[in-house]
C-alpha cells in the first residue's frame, strides 16, 4: 500500500513568488491536513480537508491557501513567499475526520525562500 | 502559533539506557498522541492514549495519558541507537487539529 507522497521534496523560491506544493494521500483516506514545521515554531497547523472542503484552519495569513480534489488530492499555494515562509511543510492523510490515531504522514516539502 | 510544553528539550544519553519525556498543557484534550520523527523524514505514530488515566505499551515504549487530561508522559527503555531522532507529543480534542509539542531531540551513544 503505498505511503502518502509529498511533491516535489525539496523547493527554492525568490521572495514574492508564489508556491504550489502536492499531497497525495492514502487510497481510500479522504481527509488530508497541513503543518509547517520550523526550527523556531515546531509544528504548526495549517488547514484540513475533507471532501473537497477545508473544515478547518490554523493561524496562518491568507497567502496561505489550499484545495483538495475529487481524488482526495490536495495542493496548497503560498502567495508572495517571505523568507519566514522556509520551513518542512508536511501533509498527513486518514480515512475520515478526527481519525488522528491512523494519520500518516508524508516525508514532507523542504522549501527554501531566498 | 499554539504549542504543547514538551520536556526535555534534548537528551544525550547512553545505549541501555531508561529515557523520559513529557507534556503539559493548559488545555484538556480527548486524545494524546505520540511520534517519533527521523531526519528528512515526517513524523511516525508511536503510540495513542485515548482516555485519561491510561497506559498504553508498544514494544520498549510505554506512554500515559494523564489523570487531568493536560499531560502526559513516554518512557523508553533499555535505549539502542536507532532511538535517535526527535519525540513529539500531540493532541488533540475530538475533530480539531493535532496541537504539537516542542519536541525532544534523543541522542543514544554506544
Known amino acids: 500500500k503505498a505511503g502518502v507522497t509529498q511533491t516535489p521534496r525539496y523547493l527554492i523560491k525568490t521572495r514574492g513568488q508564489q508556491v504550489t506544493l502536492s499531497c497525495s494521500p492514502i487510497?481510500?483516506?479522504?481527509?488530508v491536513s497541513w503543518y509547517q514545521q520550523t526550527p523556531g515554531q515546531g509544528l504548526q497547523f495549517l488547514f484540513e480537508?475533507?471532501?473537497?472542503?477545508?473544515?478547518n484552519k490554523g493561524n496562518f495569513p491568507g497567502r496561505f491557501s489550499g484545495r483538495q480534489f475529487s481524488n482526495s488530492r490536495s495542493e496548497m499555494n503560498v502567495s508572495t513567499l517571505e523568507l519566514g515562509d522556509s520551513a518542512l511543510y508536511l501533509c498527513a492523510s486518514s480515512r475520515d475526520r478526527g481519525m488522528s490515531t491512523e494519520a500518516f504522514f508524508g516525508q514532507g516539502t523542504r522549501l527554501t525562500v531566498v | 502559533g499554539q504549542q504543547l510544553n514538551q520536556s526535555p528539550q534534548s537528551m544525550f544519553i547512553q545505549e541501555g539506557e531508561d529515557v523520559s519525556m513529557n507534556c503539559t498543557s493548559s488545555?484538556?484534550?480527548?486524545?494524546w498522541l505520540w511520534y517519533k520523527q527521523d531526519p528528512g523524514e515526517g513524523p511516525v505514530l508511536l503510540i495513542a492514549l485515548y482516555k485519561a488515566g491510561e497506559l498504553t505499551s508498544n514494544g520498549r515504549l510505554t506512554a500515559q495519558f494523564g489523570i487531568t487530561r493536560k499531560d502526559s508522559f513516554l518512557n523508553i527503555s533499555a535505549s539502542i541507537p536507532s532511538d535517535v531522532g526527535i519525540y513529539f507529543c500531540a493532541g488533540q480534542l475530538e475533530t480539531d487539529k493535532l496541537i504539537f509539542g516542542t519536541g525532544t531531540r534523543l541522542q543514544v551513544f554506544p
Open positions: 487510497s481510500g483516506h479522504r481527509s
Open positions: 488545555s484538556i484534550f480527548n486524545t
Open positions: 480537508y475533507f471532501s473537497e472542503t477545508q473544515r
